[in-house]
């Protein structure tokens, strides 16, 4: 089989390797799924100046994010149920991450849970928060992270009500698996993830079952997302959680530069201009859009990171010219991990790192950290 060469080529063989089920729920949008395509289209609407005869060797993708060191600035973003795009998927994708050198960022609502990773890594990675109704079950969730060293804490503040999403209705979604025929048939054309899944015991939400009151298995995403999570959540709970938190906190979910101003306000030492990959406010502007407004208006006070669309290197590079200190990805890992577990989550970051780096040179710098809107031609 051919080596995959772009994300697109692993998003194409993971379609070939995880059912159906679980492959649409990383590749879907909310509702029309107009700002799930917008968020990767706008990149291609800028353009990167072309540089020549400038001394290209020793280049250089480090940076930091939060104060840490990273390999290149681009972070494996928060992804639910990765644990069902491959087996143990969230303890593949953090070692891939490790090994690389760029953080993992593991979702309040994986299959594998804060201590499965703990014990699959040497190095902390980051957690991320959903605020549920249940502020008891909230602080148990802070202090398994905090035993765990997690060194930063992701709250994602996007989604106190849940976008819909067509294809998992239509699917009928649900962790652990479902057995009706329809399901059977969609596990049973993917001997190799089902290999993988019974050779498992990870199959359902391990941060979450048998911890909140009545969850056996879920089996309906929504209205059980639409029980637990906090539709009354507000700035003042971000308070709650900072204290109660300690270390450091990055917000995920900004999009306007008002809601930044307040971020910029809270102490949180980062944020995330996100629209969930397009998965909640379906209508909303895509991320890249917007990253250059906010970065400007509080880029000084607070790291301004960024997520949504990004599927090559070039896509980075136009991201931090814009601003942004460093990005997040979401699918093009999950796509890596699907399509080759570790080894895939491995390739994703190689090919975006290669693409980064060969288009850094391109445009006549060596050293990532000097990235900015000179680059860039503006209209
Ligand atoms: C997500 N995202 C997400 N965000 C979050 O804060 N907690 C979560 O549990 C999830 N779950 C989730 C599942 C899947 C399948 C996807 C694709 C996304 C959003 C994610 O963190 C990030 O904002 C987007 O994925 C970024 O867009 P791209 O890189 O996927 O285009």
Redesign the pocket.
């Known amino acids: 089989m051919t080596e995959p060469l772009t994300i697109n080529d692993l998003k194409n063989r993971a379609q070939r390797r995880v059912p159906k089920m679980f492959f649409d729920?990383?590749d879907s949008g909310s509702w029309t799924e107009t700002t799930y395509r917008a968020?990767?289209a706008d990149f291609a609407d800028i353009k990167l100046r072309q540089r020549v005869l400038v001394d290209m060797t020793n280049r250089s993708l480090k940076s930091t994010m939060l104060g840490e060191e990273v390999a290149m600035p681009v972070a494996l973003?928060?992804?639910?149920?990765t644990g069902m795009q491959h087996a143990n998927g969230e303890m593949l994708a953090a070692q891939a991450a490790e090994e690389f050198g760029v953080p993992f960022t593991l979702?309040?609502?994986s299959i594998c849970s804060i201590e499965d990773v703990a014990s699959a890594t040497k190095k902390p990675f980051w957690f991320?928060l959903?605020v549920m109704r249940d502020r008891g079950f909230v602080e148990s969730l802070l202090e398994r992270a905090k035993a765990a060293k997690c060194s930063a804490l992701?709250l994602?503040l996007d989604?106190q009500v849940l976008g819909q999403r067509h294809k998992d209705i239509r699917n009928g979604l649900s962790a652990p698996p479902k057995f009706t025929p329809k399901h059977v048939w969609q596990m049973a054309t993917r001997p190799a993830w089902c290999m993988g899944m019974l050779g498992t015991k990870r199959r359902s939400f391990g941060n979450i079952v048998g911890h909140v009151k009545g969850v056996g298995d879920l089996s309906s995403l929504a209205s059980w997302t639409a029980d637990q999570f906090d539709p009354q959540l507000s700035w003042d709970d971000v308070e709650w959680i900072r204290q109660r938190w300690g270390g450091k906190l990055i917000l995920?979910g900004i999009m306007d530069s008002k809601d930044a101003e307040i971020a910029a306000k809270t102490g949180a030492d980062a944020l995330i201009v996100?629209n969930?990959?397009?998965?909640q406010l379906d209508g909303a502007p895509s991320s890249i859009s917007v990253v250059e407004e906010i970065a400007d208006t509080v880029g000084e006070r607070i790291e301004v990171f960024m997520?949504?669309?990004?599927r090559s290197g070039q896509d980075v590079l136009k991201a931090l010219c814009l601003g942004a200190k460093g990005v997040?990805?979401?699918?093009?890992f999950?796509y890596g991990l699907g399509a080759g577990g570790r080894q895939g989550v491995s390739k994703a970051l190689d090919i975006i790192a290669k693409e980064l780096d060969t288009t850094m040179a391109l445009c006549g710098r060596r050293d990532i950290r000097t990235a900015d809107k000179s680059m860039l031609y503006r209209k």
């Open positions: 729920y990383a968020n990767e973003a928060p992804t639910g149920m979702s309040t609502m991320q959903y992701v994602t989604l995920k996100s969930h990959g397009g998965r997520d949504g669309g990004i997040f990805i979401g699918r093009p999950l």
